[in-house]
Protein backbone atom coordinates (compact mmCIF):
# COMPACT_ATOMS: atom_id res chain seq x y z
CA UNK A 1 0.00 0.00 0.00
CA UNK A 2 1.30 3.25 -0.80
CA UNK A 3 1.00 7.04 1.06
CA UNK A 4 -0.95 7.60 -1.90
CA UNK A 5 -3.52 5.18 -1.26
CA UNK A 6 -3.94 5.85 2.40
CA UNK A 7 -5.99 9.22 3.40
CA UNK A 8 -5.47 11.40 6.43
CA UNK A 9 -8.69 12.30 7.54
CA UNK A 10 -9.26 15.79 9.54
CA UNK A 11 -12.43 16.55 11.32
CA UNK A 12 -12.32 20.51 12.64
CA UNK A 13 -15.37 22.66 13.20
CA UNK A 14 -12.46 25.74 12.26
CA UNK A 15 -12.67 26.37 8.53
CA UNK A 16 -9.07 27.86 8.66
CA UNK A 17 -7.71 25.03 10.38
CA UNK A 18 -9.58 22.56 7.95
CA UNK A 19 -8.10 24.78 5.01
CA UNK A 20 -4.44 25.32 6.32
CA UNK A 21 -3.92 22.04 7.16
CA UNK A 22 -5.41 20.50 4.07
CA UNK A 23 -3.35 22.48 2.17
CA UNK A 24 -0.22 21.80 3.98
CA UNK A 25 -0.55 17.96 4.12
CA UNK A 26 -1.54 18.17 0.47
CA UNK A 27 1.64 19.73 -0.59
CA UNK A 28 3.53 17.28 0.95
CA UNK A 29 1.59 14.62 -1.13
CA UNK A 30 -0.76 13.37 1.35
CA UNK A 31 -4.45 12.54 0.29
CA UNK A 32 -6.70 14.38 2.49
CA UNK A 33 -10.43 14.23 3.52
CA UNK A 34 -11.89 17.11 5.62
CA UNK A 35 -15.37 16.76 7.35
CA UNK A 36 -16.60 19.98 10.10
CA UNK A 37 -18.09 17.64 12.09
CA UNK A 38 -17.83 14.37 13.76
CA UNK A 39 -21.31 13.33 12.16
CA UNK A 40 -20.21 14.53 8.24
CA UNK A 41 -17.35 12.27 8.71
CA UNK A 42 -19.10 9.39 9.70
CA UNK A 43 -21.94 9.84 7.25
CA UNK A 44 -18.80 9.11 4.73
CA UNK A 45 -16.26 6.95 6.26
CA UNK A 46 -16.67 3.19 6.29
CA UNK A 47 -13.51 0.48 7.66
CA UNK A 48 -12.51 -0.10 4.42
CA UNK A 49 -11.05 3.29 4.28
CA UNK A 50 -7.72 3.24 5.46
CA UNK A 51 -5.61 5.72 7.06
CA UNK A 52 -5.31 7.70 10.06
CA UNK A 53 -7.74 10.33 11.60
CA UNK A 54 -7.01 13.78 12.65
CA UNK A 55 -9.65 14.97 15.31
CA UNK A 56 -9.90 18.01 17.04
CA UNK A 57 -11.50 17.62 20.57
CA UNK A 58 -13.51 20.38 21.04
CA UNK A 59 -16.47 20.54 18.21
CA UNK A 60 -20.42 21.13 18.69
CA UNK A 61 -22.63 18.23 18.77
CA UNK A 62 -20.44 15.22 18.79
CA UNK A 63 -17.24 15.94 20.25
CA UNK A 64 -13.38 14.30 19.45
CA UNK A 65 -13.70 12.02 22.35
CA UNK A 66 -17.34 10.75 21.64
CA UNK A 67 -16.08 10.17 18.01
CA UNK A 68 -13.07 8.13 19.10
CA UNK A 69 -15.75 6.28 21.48
CA UNK A 70 -18.44 5.54 18.47
CA UNK A 71 -15.28 4.23 16.41
CA UNK A 72 -14.49 1.62 19.40
CA UNK A 73 -17.68 0.76 19.87
CA UNK A 74 -17.83 -0.10 15.60
CA UNK A 75 -14.63 -1.75 16.20
CA UNK A 76 -12.59 0.85 13.63
CA UNK A 77 -8.90 0.36 13.82
CA UNK A 78 -8.38 3.76 11.87
CA UNK A 79 -5.03 5.43 14.20
CA UNK A 80 -6.58 8.93 15.40
CA UNK A 81 -4.64 11.48 16.81
CA UNK A 82 -6.18 14.51 18.54
CA UNK A 83 -5.65 18.40 17.97
CA UNK A 84 -6.74 20.50 20.38
CA UNK A 85 -7.36 23.92 22.13
CA UNK A 86 -9.70 23.11 24.65
CA UNK A 87 -8.69 20.02 25.87
CA UNK A 88 -6.97 19.68 29.40
CA UNK A 89 -5.18 16.65 31.17
CA UNK A 90 -8.44 14.56 31.82
CA UNK A 91 -9.43 15.02 28.55
CA UNK A 92 -5.85 13.67 26.97
CA UNK A 93 -5.59 11.21 29.32
CA UNK A 94 -9.03 9.68 28.25
CA UNK A 95 -8.44 10.56 24.52
CA UNK A 96 -4.67 8.01 25.25
CA UNK A 97 -6.53 5.69 27.36
CA UNK A 98 -9.06 5.42 24.25
CA UNK A 99 -6.36 4.22 21.97
CA UNK A 100 -5.18 8.01 20.47
CA UNK A 101 -1.60 7.68 19.13
CA UNK A 102 -1.43 11.42 20.57
CA UNK A 103 -2.93 14.23 22.00
CA UNK A 104 -1.19 17.90 20.42
CA UNK A 105 -2.27 21.35 22.11
CA UNK A 106 -2.71 24.41 19.46
CA UNK A 107 -1.16 25.87 18.08
CA UNK A 108 1.43 23.05 17.64
CA UNK A 109 4.45 22.67 14.84
CA UNK A 110 3.45 21.15 11.53
CA UNK A 111 6.39 19.27 11.60
CA UNK A 112 5.07 17.54 15.03
CA UNK A 113 1.99 16.69 13.35
CA UNK A 114 3.55 15.42 10.29
CA UNK A 115 5.53 12.86 12.66
CA UNK A 116 2.53 11.59 14.42
CA UNK A 117 0.78 10.89 10.79
CA UNK A 118 3.47 9.13 9.68
CA UNK A 119 3.80 7.18 12.61
CA UNK A 120 -0.28 6.58 12.31
CA UNK A 121 0.09 5.55 8.28
CA UNK A 122 2.86 3.34 9.59
CA UNK A 123 0.35 1.76 11.66
CA UNK A 124 -2.37 2.00 9.33
CA UNK A 125 0.03 0.04 6.67
CA UNK A 126 1.20 -2.48 9.41
CA UNK A 127 -2.93 -3.23 10.29
CA UNK A 128 -3.50 -3.74 5.94
CA UNK A 129 -0.72 -6.29 5.83
CA UNK A 130 -2.62 -7.91 8.89
CA UNK A 131 -5.73 -7.68 7.11
CA UNK A 132 -4.66 -9.17 3.98
CA UNK A 133 -2.64 -11.81 5.39
CA UNK A 134 -5.81 -13.13 7.62
CA UNK A 135 -7.81 -13.54 4.01
CA UNK A 136 -5.06 -15.39 2.58
CA UNK A 137 -5.35 -17.69 5.02
CA UNK A 138 -8.82 -17.83 5.74
CA UNK A 139 -8.93 -18.69 1.53
CA UNK A 140 -6.73 -21.18 1.54
CA UNK A 141 -8.09 -23.14 5.19
CA UNK A 142 -11.66 -22.39 3.06
CA UNK A 143 -10.36 -24.83 0.82
CA UNK A 144 -10.44 -27.66 3.54
CA UNK A 145 -13.01 -30.26 3.89
CA UNK A 146 -14.98 -30.18 7.35
CA UNK A 147 -12.84 -33.42 8.48
CA UNK A 148 -9.74 -32.17 7.43
CA UNK A 149 -10.80 -28.79 9.24
CA UNK A 150 -11.69 -31.05 12.13
CA UNK A 151 -8.17 -32.76 11.96
CA UNK A 152 -6.22 -29.15 11.97
CA UNK A 153 -8.47 -27.81 14.84
CA UNK A 154 -7.39 -30.92 17.14
CA UNK A 155 -3.79 -30.50 15.93
CA UNK A 156 -3.71 -26.75 16.64
CA UNK A 157 -5.74 -27.72 20.04
CA UNK A 158 -3.49 -30.75 21.03
CA UNK A 159 0.11 -29.79 19.51
CA UNK A 160 1.65 -32.49 21.65
CA UNK A 161 -0.73 -35.29 20.34
CA UNK A 162 -0.68 -35.12 16.59
CA UNK A 163 0.30 -38.76 15.73
CA UNK A 164 -1.96 -40.40 13.18
CA UNK A 165 -3.08 -43.11 15.99
CA UNK A 166 -3.87 -39.89 18.56
CA UNK A 167 -5.65 -38.07 16.05
CA UNK A 168 -7.70 -41.07 14.83
CA UNK A 169 -8.28 -42.26 18.68
CA UNK A 170 -9.66 -38.95 19.24
CA UNK A 171 -11.71 -39.00 16.34
CA UNK A 172 -12.84 -42.85 15.87
CA UNK A 173 -11.29 -43.01 12.43
CA UNK A 174 -8.47 -45.25 11.75
CA UNK A 175 -4.77 -44.16 11.49
CA UNK A 176 -4.19 -44.80 7.78
CA UNK A 177 -7.22 -42.33 7.17
CA UNK A 178 -5.71 -39.69 9.13
CA UNK A 179 -2.50 -39.71 7.32
CA UNK A 180 -4.66 -39.57 3.73
CA UNK A 181 -5.94 -36.52 5.37
CA UNK A 182 -3.29 -35.25 6.91
CA UNK A 183 -1.47 -35.66 3.79
CA UNK A 184 -4.43 -33.69 1.60
CA UNK A 185 -4.53 -30.83 4.29
CA UNK A 186 -0.40 -29.91 3.69
CA UNK A 187 -0.77 -30.45 -0.58
CA UNK A 188 -3.77 -28.03 -0.08
CA UNK A 189 -1.98 -25.32 1.83
CA UNK A 190 1.13 -25.99 0.35
CA UNK A 191 2.92 -26.45 3.56
CA UNK A 192 5.64 -29.23 4.63
CA UNK A 193 5.42 -30.24 8.17
CA UNK A 194 2.76 -30.02 10.83
CA UNK A 195 4.85 -27.85 12.37
CA UNK A 196 4.49 -25.03 9.81
CA UNK A 197 0.51 -25.91 9.54
CA UNK A 198 -0.04 -25.03 13.38
CA UNK A 199 2.21 -21.65 12.42
CA UNK A 200 -0.15 -21.04 9.51
CA UNK A 201 -3.36 -21.97 11.58
CA UNK A 202 -2.06 -19.86 14.65
CA UNK A 203 -1.05 -16.94 12.63
Known amino acids: ?97 GGALDFLEKPFRQAALIQRIEAALDLARGQETARQDGQRRRALFDRLTAREMEIVERIVERPAETSSKEIALYLGISPRTVDHHRARILEKLGLKSIVELIAVAKG
Open 1 to 97: MTQNQLTVFLVDDDEAIRLSLSRALAKRGYRVEAHASAASFLAAWSEERRGCLVLDYGMPGMNGLELQARLNAMGATLPVIFITGHGGVPESVQAIK
